[in-house]
C-alpha cells in the first residue's frame, strides 16, 4: 500500500463527528421518510404513496371498472417494480385492503375472490385472487392524462408516477385513514360523500363558515359496518373543530319475540374494526366465568349479513339491561379515537379541523381544474393551427395538388408559398389571430397537417366539418379562456363538478345511503342480582373438604347426603338463587359466590377453591349467606380481632378481599354476626374473658386489638350476646345452659380472665 493513501481512499467515515449529530441526523432522515412517503396521508387525495401507486399502476394495466380483471399478484409485481420497492406482501396487503367493504366505506379495488372477511380472515394468496379498479378509483383519477398534476420520476427513474392524484371527491375524509409515524400518528374514520359533497358546497358559497355549521351537513362519521354512534353532538363538534377526539360506536340490535314470554336479541350490525370472531369468542368467555350471569348463551348465525344471537338466561330482566352489560364487557361497544392529522400540500404534517381538511381539497380540485383547462386550451390551440392550414388547402386544393405533386421537397414549398389573399379570406371567416408568424405562410405544423392529409378527405362534405369543428373549437377556447380570468367562474364549475359527484356517490349508488345512525347514549343504572336471576330455593351444601353444590329446594337439613369417600358435611343451609354467599378462608381473606353460580346438586359438586381464589394452604372458616346492613366480629388465633360491616367485605373478584391481616402461624379463627351488647372470649387454657362490645373497634381491615391476654397457647372461641340475656352454651349433655351471673368473668378487654364455669363444653366452644 503506497504512503499518499487517505481516508478518503478508503471510504472511512469521518470519526471525528460527534456521535449525537450522527444519530440525529440519520434518525431524522428516517422520520421524515417514515412521515412524507409512508404512514401520512395527503389531505388532497387522501392517499399514502403506496395505495397511490397502486391505482396508478391498475391505470397503466387499464384495470378499468367495466374492464376485465387481472392477477393480483401482476398488479403487486408491477406495483413493485415500476413504483415501490418494498415487497409484493406488503403491497399485496395495502390492495387487499382497499377491496373490503367492511374496512373501506368505499372501495377503491373490485376484487375477485376471497379478500378476508369481517371475522378476521386473512385474504388468499395473490395468485387466487384477481381485481381491478371501482368507479370511486376511476373519480380520483379522472383528468391524469390532462396535466391535472405534477409527475415526478419513480426510484429508479425510468418512469414517472403522479406526486397526488386530481382526486374528484374528498377521499380523505370519504374512507379515512390510518397509520403510526415516528412521534406521530393519525386515525380518521370514514364518512359519507353526499354528506362532504354538501358541506363542501357550503364552504364554496361561504369560505368563512364556522366548524359548527359544517356539522348540519357532516353529522359525524358513516362506518362501513354501521352500527349506532352514542356520542353527545358537543363532543363531536368538538373533534371536528380541534382534529382530536373520539366517538362511541355501538352494535345495532333487534329484539325478536319468540312467544310466551321468551325473547332473544339479534346483533345486525358491530362496531368497525371489530373482528367478528373475536367478537363471540370474548362473549363467550364471560359466559363461560358468569360474569355476565344473565346471558345465557350465544350463537352465530350469519351468512352474507351478520347475525349474532344473544340468549338470555332468565325472560324476567329488560334487554336494555343485557345490552348494558354487555357494552361494559364486550366490544359491542367501542371508543373509536379521532386524530386527523395529515400532510398539507404533501408536504407538512398538521393536525387539521374538518374545515380545514375540506378546504385543502377544495384548492387542489381549483388547481386541478386550472391546470386541465390550460392543458385543453393549448390542445385546441394546436387544433385551430391545423384546422386554419387545412381549410388554406380546401382554398386552394388545385395549388397544393400542384405542389404535392411536381415539387421535390412538398413541404418546405408549402410554407414558402405565399397564400396571401387566400389566407387572409382563410383567417377572416373566424375570429382568430393563430400562430402563423409570416403573413400569408404557412407553420411547418400546417404543411405537416396538409401532406398527411387523406385524398378521401378532399370533399365539400369536408371542408364543412372543418370550419364547423373551428366554430365550436373557437366557442369552447373562449369559455375556458373566460375561466381562468374569472374566480368565479372557477368555484361555480368546481361546484358543479361536486354535484355531479354527489349525484354519482349518493342515494343511487349501492353504498350512498348513511349506514350509521346516532342515538343517546341512555346509561342504564346497575341493576341487583335479584333483578336479573328467576329466584328459586336452593340448598347449599358444603363439605369438610370444600366441595360445594346447590341442591333444588330446600331439602330436610337432617337429611343423609352423599359425600365422596373420607368427606362429609360441613355447611348446609338454605338459601336462594339470588343470594350472595360470603365465604371465609384461613388466611383473612372474604370471597363472594353467586348462589346461582353453584354447582348442581345431582353429583358432589366442585372444590371450592375452583369458584375462587382460595389458596391451598389456607382452609374454610365459616360460609354464610351475605345480609346487607349487618356486621360481622372477626378474630384470629391469636387473640386479635374487630368489628366489620359486612357490607364492606363483599368482593368484586375471584381473589377474594383481604379483611383480617394475619402473620407468621396465626390464621384467621372465628367471623360471626354482632348481637347484643357484650364480648365473650375463651382461651385454650379454658379461661373466659367477658367485656363491652363497644370496647371494640370497627375497622375496615387491619389487625386488630388484643381481645384476650394468653401465657400459652392462643384463642379457641368468641361470641357477642346480651349481658341482660346472659351467656349460653350447650353442656356436654346437649343441653343449652345460660349464665346470667358474669361479673366473675367480666373485665376490661384484653385481660386474661377466669377460668370457664361448671358445665363449660370440653371443646372450648359456645356453640
Not at 125 to 130: D, K, L, N, Q, S
Not at 641 to 669: I, Y
Request: hydrophobic share 40%; with cysteine.
Amino acid at each position: 500500500m503506497s504512503d499518499d493513501t487517505t481516508d478518503e481512499n478508503l471510504n472511512v467515515p469521518d470519526l471525528s463527528e460527534p456521535l449525537r449529530r450522527a444519530l440525529g441526523d440519520r434518525y431524522l432522515t428516517y422520520a421524515l421518510s417514515t412521515i412524507m412517503h409512508r404512514a401520512l396521508p395527503d389531505a388532497r387525495d387522501g392517499l399514502k404513496p403506496v395505495h397511490r401507486r397502486i391505482l396508478y399502476a391498475m391505470r397503466e394495466l387499464k384495470l378499468s371498472a367495466t374492464g376485465g380483471f387481472r392477477k393480483s399478484a401482476k398488479i403487486s409485481g408491477d406495483v413493485m417494480g415500476n413504483y415501490h420497492p418494498h415487497g409484493d406482501a406488503a403491497i399485496y396487503d395495502a390492495m387487499a385492503r382497499l377491496a373490503q367493504d367492511f374496512n373501506v366505506r368505499y372501495p377503491l379495488v373490485d376484487g375477485q375472490g376471497n379478500f378476508g372477511n369481517i371475522d378476521g380472515d386473512n385474504p388468499a394468496a395473490a395468485r387466487y385472487t384477481e381485481a381491478r379498479m371501482t368507479l370511486a378509483a376511476e373519480a380520483l383519477l379522472e383528468g391524469l392524462a390532462e396535466n391535472a398534476v405534477d409527475f415526478r420520476e419513480n426510484y429508479d427513474g425510468t418512469l414517472t408516477e403522479p406526486v397526488v392524484l386530481p382526486a374528484s371527491f374528498p377521499n380523505l375524509l370519504a374512507n379515512g385513514s390510518s397509520g403510526i409515524a415516528v412521534g406521530m400518528a393519525t386515525n380518521i374514520p370514514p364518512h359519507n360523500i353526499a354528506e362532504l359533497c354538501e358541506a363542501c358546497l357550503h364552504l364554496i358559497k361561504t369560505p368563512d363558515a364556522r366548524d359548527d355549521t359544517l356539522l348540519n351537513f357532516v353529522p359525524g362519521p358513516d362506518f362501513p359496518t354501521g352500527g349506532t354512534i352514542v356520542e353527545p353532538k358537543e363532543n363531536i363538534a368538538e373533534a371536528y373543530r380541534t382534529g382530536r377526539g373520539s366517538f362511541r360506536l355501538r352494535c345495532k340490535y333487534e329484539v325478536e319475540d319468540l312467544g310466551r314470554g321468551q325473547w332473544q336479541i339479534v346483533v345486525t350490525e358491530i362496531p368497525y374494526q371489530v373482528q367478528k370472531s373475536k367478537l363471540i369468542e370474548k362473549i363467550a368467555d364471560l359466559i363461560q366465568t358468569k360474569k355476565i350471569p344473565i346471558l345465557g348463551d350465544i350463537r352465530d348465525e350469519s351468512a352474507e349479513d351478520v347475525r349474532i344471537v344473544l340468549e338470555p338466561r332468565s325472560k324476567n330482566v329488560e334487554p336494555d339491561i343485557l345490552m348494558s352489560m354487555l357494552y361494559r364487557s364486550s366490544d359491542l361497544e367501542v371508543r373509536f379515537s379521532l386524530n386527523m392529522n395529515v400532510l398539507i400540500d404533501g408536504l407538512t404534517p398538521k393536525v387539521c379541523s374538518m374545515k380545514e381538511v375540506l378546504r385543502a381539497f377544495l384548492d387542489h380540485r381549483r388547481d386541478v381544474l386550472i391546470r386541465r383547462s390550460t392543458h385543453r386550451m393549448e390542445k385546441i390551440d394546436h387544433r385551430l393551427e391545423v384546422l386554419e392550414g387545412l381549410i388554406i388547402a380546401f382554398l386552394n386544393l388545385d395549388r397544393v395538388i400542384d405542389i404535392i405533386r411536381y415539387d421535390d421537397d412538398p413541404k418546405a414549398a408549402l410554407m414558402r408559398e405565399d397564400w396571401g389573399r387566400t389566407f387572409t379570406r382563410a383567417m377572416s371567416e373566424a375570429d382568430y389571430v393563430g400562430p402563423p408568424t409570416g403573413e400569408g405562410e404557412l407553420t411547418e405544423v400546417q404543411a405537416e397537417a396538409i401532406l398527411n392529409m387523406r385524398l378521401r378527405s378532399l370533399r365539400r362534405l369536408e371542408e364543412m366539418e372543418l370550419k364547423r369543428e373551428r366554430d365550436a373549437l373557437m366557442e369552447e377556447r373562449a369559455g375556458l379562456d373566460d375561466l381562468l380570468n374569472s374566480v368565479e367562474l372557477q368555484w361555480s364549475s368546481i361546484a358543479d363538478q361536486i354535484r355531479e359527484t354527489k349525484k354519482q356517490f349518493g342515494k343511487d349508488h349501492p353504498a350512498g345511503a348513511r349506514r350509521s345512525q346516532f342515538a343517546e347514549a341512555g346509561e342504564v343504572e346497575e341493576v341487583p342480582l335479584e333483578a336479573m336471576i328467576d329466584r328459586e330455593p336452593i340448598t347449599v351444601v358444603c363439605s369438610e373438604m370444600g366441595w360445594i353444590r346447590a341442591m333444588t329446594g330446600h331439602i330436610d337439613l337432617t337429611r343423609e347426603l352423599k359425600f365422596k369417600d373420607g368427606d362429609g358435611p360441613r355447611f348446609i343451609f338454605h338459601a336462594e338463587t339470588t343470594d350472595r354467599l360470603l365465604a371465609f378462608g384461613s388466611n383473612g381473606r372474604f370471597y363472594t359466590v353467586s348462589a346461582a353460580n353453584l354447582p348442581g346438586g345431582r353429583g358432589m359438586g366442585e372444590p371450592l377453591r375452583l369458584i375462587v381464589d382460595l389458596p391451598n394452604e389456607a382452609g374454610l372458616v365459616d360460609l354464610f349467606i351475605h345480609k346487607s346492613g349487618r356486621k360481622l366480629l372477626v378474630a384470629s388465633s391469636a387473640g386479635d380481632g374487630f368489628v366489620v360491616p359486612e357490607d364492606d367485605v363483599v368482593a368484586q373478584t375471584r381473589s377474594g378481599k383481604q379483611v383480617l391481616n394475619v402473620r407468621g402461624d396465626n390464621r384467621a379463627l372465628v367471623c360471626k354476626p354482632v348481637t347484643g351488647d357484650s364480648v365473650a372470649v375463651v382461651g385454650e387454657n379454658r379461661k373466659v374473658l367477658v367485656f363491652p362490645l363497644d370496647e371494640l373497634p370497627e375497622m375496615g381491615r387491619g389487625k386488630g386489638v388484643r381481645l384476650q391476654k394468653y401465657k400459652d397457647g392462643g384463642m379457641s372461641d368468641v361470641a357477642t350476646f346480651t349481658m341482660a340475656d346472659g351467656l349460653s352454651w350447650l353442656d356436654p349433655a346437649g343441653r343449652t345452659r345460660t349464665e346470667v351471673e358474669l361479673a366473675e368473668w367480666t373485665g376490661k378487654r384484653a385481660g386474661s380472665g377466669r377460668m370457664a364455669p361448671r358445665g363449660f363444653p370440653r371443646d372450648n366452644r359456645f356453640t
